[in-house]
């Protein structure tokens, strides 16, 4: 096989003398590229509760997204975080070497083809995860790459993932029922956006006698690694708690990483952030996960951030629950942006020199509500920088208009929320269904909540920095439409271009788990256009060419233009008794963070 005797710095480091504009390709040297992806789910459940909920039984969606078009299979492994610590070890667990080309020799270790724009869901069972869960690491490579004629010309593969976990019993591929009380879910986090650190494996190739992971330099696509990584919110209020996953998935050579988080209140609940502030320091493992309840650490009636700090790389989520109304919310951990992280850490890098006045921050919400069926929002911002940073909203109206909303100036490091019913009031009788921009001199990250109390619906999502543009994609790995009588699983998905000035062309296609075209797209793509800071919206209920009870995968592939796509899916079920309500972001090639600078 091509890959053994390969070290795993070959595979991991950071791309010096590969393609410098895809964190996805690395080599040991200029002649000798290893193309791979990786994504990342920090937990996945298999039999676990959370906060007196569950147990909770987790499901994942891969697909191998043929951005390119070159027709060519992958081939995934899974590593659970068994797997993950025998590689990072180098050791089997009896005293034998166990590198990586071993765990992908190995039969013990799931493994998947995947032809171009299949899928494939795995439970947690399937993929015999120990109870009660552990991370899991899906890494891609073509199939032909096992090959040692293989052509090393191709860019690396692309992969995207999701997770949907129900409670209090497995689903069957991802479907849920009135047999289940409540439903939630995520998206992988893609390798680009993973928080590495200064003593990763990622980060030890030098460029220039400088380390690409300790904030003084620079990765490939312009930004600033440097282990640090954000939660735009924890709350422990109104019979909600807060459980945070913390799980070192990076295949360091080392027996723990040290992680500290820290737990910082809201600026609008604390007048001395200082005096609101825990502090938690937690060693972990290889594939290890450490479970933080914030209520052990800042008691009731709290709300604020998270900051995770690691010299490894670190992926994390925050299960927020309720268990009074079955309601539970997954956000996934977001990275540091442009290195502006730490006192020490210089801000006069290249990629920091576009954050001015006049091309400011911007994350998209890509979908809002307010009073639309029963549905409301509310967003909750972390400020990054090490100074105050004033963060503003403007609304996207369905007919193209710019509403001016609220604003929040944000204490360093510090956390607001804003929840829309008290703002302006932006819609007519049937409410208002739009998207959002946020804009500030300094980077930040957003949470964006979904709920609807009246059925006991709730649902998250982190707003994105990043949109597709010609030559990436954009990708939903698993949506379904229910049955013609509206019941069962039922997915959306709203776009928005994010450019100010540009439109943009792409062309949209639904597949099945075998990567066919079906539905709408059989003959041909759907082929539209969005112009600058417009969205649109695909109800998958209102897609008669699409079957009854089907699950399916969406491929956006912008194709003219120089706008720039992002989105997010909703999949919701009312059967369920509790909350069966799910929001997934659509998954972009390059990451949804990791873009140079600011916007025009």
């Given at each position: 096989?091509?890959?053994?005797?390969?070290?795993?710095?070959?595979?991991?480091?950071?791309?010096?003398?590969?393609?410098?504009?895809?964190?996805?390709?690395?080599?040991?040297?200029?002649?000798?590229?290893?193309?791979?992806?990786?994504?990342?789910?920090?937990?996945?459940?298999?039999?676990?509760?959370?906060?007196?909920?569950?147990?909770?039984?987790?499901?994942?969606?891969?697909?191998?997204?043929?951005?390119?078009?070159?027709?060519?299979?992958?081939?995934?492994?899974?590593?659970?975080?068994?797997?993950?610590?025998?590689?990072?070890?180098?050791?089997?667990?009896?005293?034998?070497?166990?590198?990586?080309?071993?765990?992908?020799?190995?039969?013990?270790?799931?493994?998947?083809?995947?032809?171009?724009?299949?899928?494939?869901?795995?439970?947690?069972?399937?993929?015999?995860?120990?109870?009660?869960?552990?991370?899991?690491?899906?890494?891609?490579?073509?199939?032909?790459?096992?090959?040692?004629?293989?052509?090393?010309?191709?860019?690396?593969?692309?992969?995207?993932?999701?997770?949907?976990?129900?409670?209090?019993?497995?689903?069957?591929?991802?479907?849920?029922?009135?047999?289940?009380?409540?439903?939630?879910?995520?998206?992988?986090?893609?390798?680009?956006?993973?928080?590495?650190?200064?003593?990763?494996?990622?980060?030890?190739?030098?460029?220039?006698?400088?380390?690409?992971?300790?904030?003084?330099?620079?990765?490939?696509?312009?930004?600033?690694?440097?282990?640090?990584?954000?939660?735009?919110?924890?709350?422990?209020?109104?019979?909600?708690?807060?459980?945070?996953?913390?799980?070192?998935?990076?295949?360091?050579?080392?027996?723990?990483?040290?992680?500290?988080?820290?737990?910082?209140?809201?600026?609008?609940?604390?007048?001395?952030?200082?005096?609101?502030?825990?502090?938690?320091?937690?060693?972990?493992?290889?594939?290890?996960?450490?479970?933080?309840?914030?209520?052990?650490?800042?008691?009731?009636?709290?709300?604020?951030?998270?900051?995770?700090?690691?010299?490894?790389?670190?992926?994390?989520?925050?299960?927020?629950?309720?268990?009074?109304?079955?309601?539970?919310?997954?956000?996934?951990?977001?990275?540091?942006?442009?290195?502006?992280?730490?006192?020490?850490i210089p801000v006069d890098l290249p990629a920091q020199e576009s954050a001015s006045s006049s091309q400011p921050?911007?994350?998209?919400?890509?979908?809002?509500?307010?009073?639309?069926?029963?549905?409301?929002?509310?967003?909750?911002?972390?400020?990054?920088?090490?100074?105050?940073?004033?963060?503003?909203?403007?609304?996207?109206?369905?007919?193209?208009?710019?509403?001016?909303?609220?604003?929040?100036?944000?204490?360093?490091?510090?956390?607001?929320?804003?929840?829309?019913?008290?703002?302006?009031?932006?819609?007519?009788?049937?409410?208002?269904?739009?998207?959002?921009?946020f804009r500030a001199d300094q980077p930040f990250h957003v949470a964006v909540d979904q709920v609807k109390y009246?059925?006991?619906?709730?649902?998250?999502?982190?707003?994105?920095?990043?949109?597709?543009?010609?030559?990436?994609?954009?990708?939903?790995?698993?949506?379904?439409?229910?049955?013609?009588?509206?019941?069962?699983?039922?997915?959306?998905?709203?776009?928005?271009?994010?450019?100010?000035?540009?439109?943009?062309?792409?062309?949209?296609?639904?597949?099945?788990?075998?990567?066919?075209?079906?539905?709408?797209?059989?003959?041909?793509?759907?082929?539209?256009?969005?112009?600058?800071?417009?969205?649109?919206?695909?109800?998958?209920?209102?897609?008669?060419?699409?079957?009854?009870?089907?699950?399916?995968?969406?491929?956006?592939?912008?194709?003219?233009?120089?706008?720039?796509?992002?989105?997010?899916?909703?999949?919701?079920?009312?059967?369920?008794?509790?909350?069966?309500?799910?929001?997934?972001?659509?998954?972009?090639?390059s990451g949804h963070y990791r873009l140079t600078g600011g916007v025009e």
């Open positions: 096989m091509r890959l053994v005797g390969i070290s795993l710095a070959v595979l991991i480091l950071l791309l010096a003398g590969s393609d410098a504009t895809s964190p996805r390709s690395t080599s040991a040297e200029p002649d000798d590229p290893v193309l791979f992806d990786a994504i990342y789910f920090p937990w996945v459940p298999h039999g676990h509760q959370i906060n007196e909920t569950g147990p909770w039984h987790g499901s994942i969606t891969v697909q191998n997204i043929d951005v390119d078009h070159r027709a060519m299979s992958v081939r995934v492994w899974l590593f659970d975080g068994r797997t993950l610590q025998r590689i990072a070890l180098d050791n089997d667990g009896d005293g034998e070497p166990y590198s990586l080309s071993d765990a992908i020799t190995d039969p013990s270790v799931p493994h998947v083809d995947l032809s171009p724009n299949a899928s494939v869901t795995l439970s947690a069972a399937m993929l015999d995860l120990p109870e009660p869960g552990s991370p899991v690491v899906a890494m891609a490579l073509y199939k032909d790459a096992l090959d040692s004629d293989f052509d090393t010309s191709p860019p690396a593969p692309v992969i995207a993932g999701s997770l949907k976990q129900a409670s209090p019993q497995p689903m069957s591929g991802a479907s849920t029922s009135s047999a289940h009380v409540s439903v939630d879910g995520y998206a992988a986090i893609p390798l680009p956006d993973i928080a590495w650190g200064s003593q990763s494996d990622f980060c030890h190739q030098l460029q220039g006698g400088v380390s690409a992971c300790d904030g003084s330099g620079l990765s490939g696509s312009g930004t600033g690694f440097d282990g640090h990584s954000f939660l735009p919110i924890v709350q422990t209020n109104s019979g909600w708690n807060t459980e945070i996953y913390l799980s070192n998935v990076d295949l360091t050579n080392v027996s723990a990483a040290q992680v500290d988080i820290i737990l910082s209140e809201s600026d609008q609940l604390s007048t001395t952030a200082e005096d609101h502030r825990a502090t938690e320091t937690v060693n972990i493992p290889p594939g290890g996960t450490a479970v933080i309840d914030a209520r052990t650490l800042v008691g009731e009636e709290w709300v604020g951030s998270a900051q995770i700090i690691s010299t490894v790389g670190i992926a994390a989520v925050a299960m927020r629950s309720k268990p009074e109304d079955d309601m539970l919310m997954i956000n996934m951990s977001a990275p540091s942006l442009h290195a502006t992280t730490g006192d020490e921050f911007e994350q998209y919400a890509p979908l809002v509500f307010q009073d639309y069926n029963g549905w409301n929002t509310g967003f909750s911002f972390v400020n990054l920088a090490d100074q105050s940073n004033r963060v503003s909203v403007t609304f996207i109206t369905p007919d193209g208009r710019l509403i001016a909303g609220d604003a929040r100036t944000i204490s360093a490091h510090g956390q607001e929320f804003i929840y829309i019913p008290a703002s302006d009031d932006l819609h007519g009788s049937d409410g208002f269904a739009g998207a959002a921009i009246s059925t006991g619906e709730a649902m998250s999502y982190l707003a994105t920095a990043a949109g597709a543009s010609v030559g990436e994609s954009l990708s939903v790995p698993l949506i379904q439409k229910g049955w013609n009588d509206g019941t069962g699983d039922t997915s959306g998905f709203q776009l928005i271009n994010i450019d100010t000035r540009n439109s943009v062309t792409f062309d949209l296609h639904f597949y099945d788990s075998a990567g066919s075209l079906i539905g709408p797209s059989r003959y041909g793509p759907i082929r539209a256009t969005i112009g600058p800071r417009q969205f649109a919206t695909w109800y998958t209920m209102g897609i008669s060419e699409l079957s009854q009870n089907q699950r399916a995968s969406v491929v956006l592939t912008p194709v003219d233009g120089d706008g720039a796509i992002a989105g997010v899916s909703n999949t919701v079920n009312y059967a369920v008794s509790g909350d069966g309500s799910v929001t997934i972001n659509m998954a972009s090639s």
